[in-house]
């Protein structure tokens, strides 16, 4: 079957320029651990419902933006991305039969699998390592999951995206 | 995946070690700078509100308040100026080099880093308008910390509590030189390899000495809030709070010192 005439691209653009801003918000203290990873849930909704169009190179300029926001090195939050949106595209059949709460542990782990890869070039650059404290913005990001996933379906329906 | 993986070790390999991808940072920085200032919008939005909004008495009182002030500080200034004038003509006597008043430039704050570890700040002036990077930052009260990424019209600050900074400090009362680190908290720096014996007392003031080249001297910079010897320890545990409301502060001033500055100066 042939790929379908690209439509409504603006819109991802228009998501993940959502997700970068928020991302990009100044969090108070209290906050800062329980921030879900607005991107990474972003590019793994896309990757899954658009295979075709949302890829491992669309996670890695993402990545190298969030770089750039985060004054991380470039290239950290790169691999991270480009890591999830690879597994993200190996897993999607399976991911959309899944109920929501099972696509949820999913997404706990591809997140908790990014921030890991994070924070291994983070403790190799000379950060101090923040121990368990790193699982919790996948776990409020897998919660947020359900949500952020009705939500872009409804819009990618309303817009025809494909 | 490949591909974009080797890319992505390539890259940090060479932002690690590299000064030359600081251009590569400054120009993506170029493209997501109208990100920085729209996350910023609601907070101008809510200022200028809270501004236009205000109760007419409460302007007037903060209005009448704020000359006071300014009347108090100007003659503070007033006598500044005849102490510098025998300043120079002190050192003139004495046959050493002339100081010069630092130029000061006034930024606001745009954005903070949202991550936990580091204290990055995005101020709003960028090469455009002669940032450089090493450049001291201040705000009302203190020093803030240094520029370490320029773009063309946004800086990244790092400041002074951020865990991998260190600055070159002396106590005000009797010239005892230390080097004051970052420890990742808003509220503490620590002063490095003091030893036992040092003239250091909790109270004291910390002003920028100078030294490095880097930040101009006699800038205050933190308060002594501890200083305990331990006997089972090489040096004693000197803990200082930053005068500078590091986490407050929305109006900052980057000086023209260093350097950096001098080059800029000369061409």
Redesign the interface.
């Known amino acids: 079957m042939p790929a379908p005439q690209p439509q409504g691209l603006w819109v991802i653009a228009l998501s993940f ?1 959502l997700a ?2 928020l ?5 108070p ?1 209290w906050l ?2 329980g ?1 879900p990873e607005w991107v990474a849930l972003c590019l793994i909704y896309w990757a899954i419902a658009l295979p075709h169009r949302v890829g ?2 669309v ?2 300029l993402l ?3 969030l770089d ?9 939050n ?2 991270a991305l ?2 999830l949106a ?1 597994l993200s595209l190996n897993l999607y059949q399976r991911m959309r039969m899944y109920p929501a709460w099972q696509q949820s542990l999913l997404v706990f782990l591809l997140v908790g699998l990014h921030q890991m890869v994070f924070q291994w ?1 983070q403790s190799a ?4 390592a ?1 121990g368990a404290w790193f699982l919790l913005p996948p776990l409020v990001s897998a919660i947020l999951w359900p949500w952020l996933f009705v939500v872009l379906r409804a819009v990618r329906r309303r817009f025809r995206v494909t | 995946m490949l591909v974009c993986g080797v890319l992505a070790l390539l890259l940090m390999f060479a932002d690690h070690r590299y000064r030359q991808m600081d251009q590569v940072r400054s120009g993506l920085t170029l493209l997501i700078t109208p990100i920085q200032w729209l996350v910023d919008v609601p907070t101008r939005v809510w200022s200028w509100a809270d501004a236009t909004l205000s109760h007419r008495d409460t302007l007037l009182q903060e209005n009448k308040e704020l000359r006071a002030q300014a009347l108090i500080l100007s003659r503070r200034v007033q006598k500044i100026a005849a102490l510098t004038v025998e300043n120079v003509r002190l050192r003139e006597l004495l046959n050493a080099s002339e100081k010069v008043d630092e130029r000061v430039l006034l930024a606001e704050l745009i954005g903070v880093d949202p991550d936990p570890f580091t204290y990055h700040v995005i101020i709003n002036r960028g090469r455009q308008h002669g940032v450089f990077v090493g450049q001291p930052v201040l705000d009302a009260t203190g020093l803030m910390g240094q520029v370490i990424a320029v773009s063309a019209y946004t800086s990244r600050v790092l400041l002074v509590a951020d865990a991998s900074h260190a600055i070159p400090v002396e106590v005000s009362r009797n010239g005892v030189r230390a080097v004051a680190l970052g420890t990742g908290s808003v509220q503490e720096l620590r002063l490095a390899h003091v030893s036992d014996t040092t003239d250091i007392r909790v109270d004291d003031l910390l002003v920028t000495s100078g030294l490095g080249g880097r930040f101009p001297p006699g800038y205050p910079v933190a308060v002594v809030t501890e200083v305990r010897h331990d006997p089972g320890r090489p040096f004693a545990i000197v803990k200082a709070r930053p005068t500078a409301q590091l986490d407050r502060s929305r109006n900052v001033l980057l000086v023209f010192y260093g350097e950096s500055a001098r080059q800029e100066a000369q061409d």
């Not at chain 1, 991302?23 to 969090?27: E, G, M, N, Q």
């Not at chain 1, 750039?68 to 950290?76: F, P, R, S, Y």
């Not at chain 1, 650059?125 to 101090?128: F, H």
């Open positions: 320029l970068l801003m991302s990009a918000v100044p969090l203290d800062q651990w921030w491992v190179g996670g890695f990545g190298l933006l750039v926001i985060e004054g991380t090195l470039l290239g950290q790169a691999l480009s890591l690879y070039v650059v000379g950060v101090p923040s």
